[in-house]
């Protein structure tokens, strides 16, 4: 049963356009939502999060935007960059743990 | 800087071995993770621990054990290795036990290969 869900596994945008990321989760009772971001052979680092109360935050080229009557999150990066190509994992926190969403790999083309 | 690592980037087993995967952290964090990655199913949680000697089965615990002697280390180990437990193997340390946030940071990974 996944409580996490990113339903592309790719995505492929040309540099300097938008990229937008989308996560779906059924669990009413997660209270943040964290975004990572995984190079290959790479551990994967903190990206963004959000607050269950919040609806959205933004840092720098990134801004995560949180729909909880839709039970929805995506992360938007403007504009993207070749650098920016890498699997991005979107995360929810329960109990001291976080539950993963299977990824997606983005690809920005110059 | 919150430094995670792991003993091995790549490491190649035989069906069988008894398999030690170490991770140690310099910052003090109370909380210790090990997940396994695979291609389409993101991160799965195997163990996780909220503090020394104590430990908790995550989602695909079967086949692995865990061992947390000292705050700053967490080891997985498969007792006997099988060709399905190939995989890509992260550690991941957290601040507070008690704390509604918990950003993860993850060490660089070991990629086992099980012949």
């Given amino acids: 049963d996944q409580q996490v869900k990113q339903n592309s596994p790719s995505l492929s945008v040309q540099e300097g356009r938008i990229s937008i990321l989308n996560c779906d989760y059924t669990n009413s009772m997660f209270d943040y939502f964290l975004w990572y971001k995984k190079y290959p052979a790479e551990g994967p680092t903190f990206l963004i999060s959000i607050s269950s109360i919040k609806d959205k935050n933004e840092d720098g080229r990134f801004t995560v935007f949180l729909n909880k009557s839709a039970k929805h999150l995506s992360l938007h990066i403007v504009p993207s960059q070749p650098g920016d190509s890498a699997v991005y994992f979107c995360a929810a926190s329960v109990g001291g743990k976080l539950i993963f969403g299977q990824g997606t790999e983005l690809s920005v083309k110059p | ?115």
């Fill in chain 2, 1 to 115: 800087d919150v430094k995670v690592t792991q003993s091995s980037r790549y490491l190649v087993k035989r069906t069988g071995e008894k398999v030690f995967l170490e991770c140690v952290q310099d910052m003090d964090h109370e909380n210790m993770f090990w997940y396994r990655q695979d291609p389409g199913l993101g991160l799965r949680l195997i163990y996780f621990s909220y503090d020394v000697k104590m430990k908790e089965k995550g989602d695909i615990p079967e086949g692995y054990s865990v061992s947390r002697e000292k705050k700053e280390r967490f080891s997985l180990i498969l007792e006997s290795a099988s060709t399905n437990q190939t995989s890509m193997y992260l550690c991941a340390s957290s601040l507070y036990a008690g704390s509604n946030y918990n950003e993860q940071f993850f060490g660089p990974g070991t990629r086992l290969t099980v012949l």
